[in-house]
């Protein structure tokens, strides 16, 4: 198994823009969360999903949103992009998501905002 | 609102000497606490959690209730231990969210 994959790896937008990045979880997890990770900082929280339906949501605008799919593949779309929007974005999956379970991280898409 | 605090953002120690990275949080239930590690061109994994309490690559973390820590720990640095460390929080109350600190890079000198 390759572990949580995320695509594109990188992209570049521009303000205003729209932006939509990708995540597949480890086979058989059925979990997926996102993180923001601006330079210099640690992750954080932006929105978990089990079994198609948001279970948590962090403190983002509106303008953040996410989906699971049936083969629980996520996706987390970005409107109207700022420039504070760049980041490294992480998905991490794990089994159920419940509280005692371990979430294996991807390698993250890097967004860069111009 | 919980909240982990590194107040550390560089520890640069021999090979050999005893690294100490410090992790402080505010949470106002019973916490969940982890140190994540990410080396060089890899992923972020998680390297031990508190209710393991367990031993990993010679680390070790002790959560203290009373002055609301969870310092990370090693009595002789590796240079393979040069990395990114955070120190992260689980709300039990909210799934698997957790809040992570915001980092402490480790470098162990020959």
């Known amino acids: 198994d390759a572990g949580v994959t995320q695509s594109p790896t990188h992209l570049i937008k521009t303000r205003g823009q729209h932006v939509t990045l990708r995540c597949s979880p480890i086979s058989g997890h059925k979990s997926v969360s996102w993180y923001q990770q601006v330079l210099g900082q640690g992750p954080q929280f932006i929105f978990q999903y089990y079994e198609k339906e948001e279970r948590g949501r962090g403190n983002f605008p509106d303008r953040f949103s996410a989906r699971q799919f049936p083969n629980y593949s996520s996706e987390l779309n970005v409107n109207a992009l700022l420039l504070g929007d760049s980041a490294l974005y992480l998905c991490?999956?794990?089994?159920?998501?419940?509280?005692?379970?371990?979430?294996?991280f991807g390698p993250g898409t890097r967004l860069l905002v111009l | 609102a919980q909240r982990v605090t590194q107040p550390e953002k560089l520890l640069s120690v021999f090979k050999g000497a005893p690294v100490e990275l410090k992790c402080n949080y505010s949470y106002s239930g019973s916490p969940e606490l982890f140190w994540y590690v990410q080396y060089s061109r890899q992923r972020l994994q998680l390297l031990l959690r508190h209710i393991s309490r367990e031993s990993i690559k010679g680390f070790t973390a002790d959560l203290n209730k009373g002055e609301t820590s969870f310092h990370l720990k090693k009595p002789f640095a590796q240079e393979e231990d040069s990395a990114m460390y955070y120190c992260a929080l689980r709300d039990k109350a909210a799934g698997n969210k957790l809040t992570f600190g915001g980092g402490t890079r480790v470098l162990v000198k020959p």
């Open positions: 991490a999956s794990s089994f159920s998501g419940s509280p005692q379970e371990t979430q294996y």
